[in-house]
């Protein structure tokens, strides 16, 4: 079994940051991939940001050159620094883990941007 935990959301103005980060527990093997997906109210959860456990990367087209994802594999954590942030980023915001074919999700963690 595998647990993730979040932490790092909450309220923020336009232009502002956050840092996510998000710790794995549990049965993790040495090749998986870890990122963020976010649900917007009314919309469907789309991928943020995704890193192999060989640190390739990929990123939604809205949130390029202002998120940065890395791990750190010792300690089972990925990490989302958020800057420059936009309304359009308000969402919940959840953590995965992929492996041997199977995903696991944290609870979700909420970043609301607004003035």
């Known amino acids: 079994q595998v647990q993730l935990v979040e932490s790092g959301g909450g309220l923020v103005q336009p232009g502002g940051s956050l840092r996510l980060s998000c710790a794995a527990s549990?049965?993790?093997?040495?090749?998986?991939?870890m990122g963020w997906y976010r649900q917007a109210p009314g919309k469907q959860r789309e991928l943020v940001a995704r890193?192999?456990?060989?640190?390739?990367?990929n990123y939604a087209d809205s949130v390029k050159g202002r998120f940065t994802i890395s791990r750190d594999n010792g300690k089972n954590t990925v990490y989302l620094p958020m800057n420059r942030l936009k309304p359009e980023d308000t969402a919940v915001y959840y953590c995965?883990?992929?492996?041997?074919?199977?995903?696991?999700w944290g609870k979700g963690t909420l970043v609301t941007v607004s003035s």
């Open positions: 995965n883990l992929a492996q041997l074919g199977m995903d696991y």
């Open positions: 549990g049965s993790i093997f040495t090749i998986n991939a």
């Open positions: 890193i192999s456990s060989g640190t390739s990367t």
